[in-house]
Nanobody
Framework: QVQLVESGGGLVQTGGSLRLSCTAS????????MAWFRQAPGKEREFVVA????????NYADSVQGRFTISRDNAKNTMYLQMNSLKPEDTAVYYC????????????????????WGQGTQVTVSS
């Protein structure tokens, strides 16, 4: 089992920045990759960005490319999401996800690839 805890959400104005963190515990040695997804009110959960735990390959959604940056600290079993130039449409609950088996980079964006999820953290961007 892997447990995930997100932190860092909050309220920010348009153009501002936030950094989210997701710390994993439990059988972290079995993790192959992690990702961020988000879900806005009335919308389906959507992919934001993913990273392979070993090697650091990444995959970004077009909507956040150039504004968001994913990183990881393997020693701390923590993944970060630096969000810059935030827009009101970035408002959502952000979920951390982890998978404990291999996935090709092309399938990093599929939520079904992830078998562990955090509880979510709210990000609100005011206009």
């Amino acid at each position: 089992q892997v447990q995930l805890v997100e932190s860092g959400g909050g309220l920010v104005q348009t153009g501002g920045s936030l950094r989210l963190s997701c710390t994993a515990s439990g059988r972290t040695s079995s993790m192959d990759g992690m990702a961020w997804f988000r879900q806005a009110p009335g919308k389906e959960r959507e992919f934001v960005v993913a990273i392979k735990w070993s090697g650091g390959s990444t995959n970004y959604a077009d909507s956040v490319q150039g504004r968001f940056t994913i990183s990881r600290d393997n020693a701390k079993n923590t993944m970060y999401l630096q969000m810059n130039s935030l827009k009101p449409e970035d408002t959502a609950v952000y979920y951390c996800a982890a998978r404990t088996y291999y996935s090709p980079v092309a399938e990093f964006a599929f939520s079904w690839r992830y078998n562990y999820w955090g509880q979510g953290t709210q990000v609100t961007v005011s206009s």
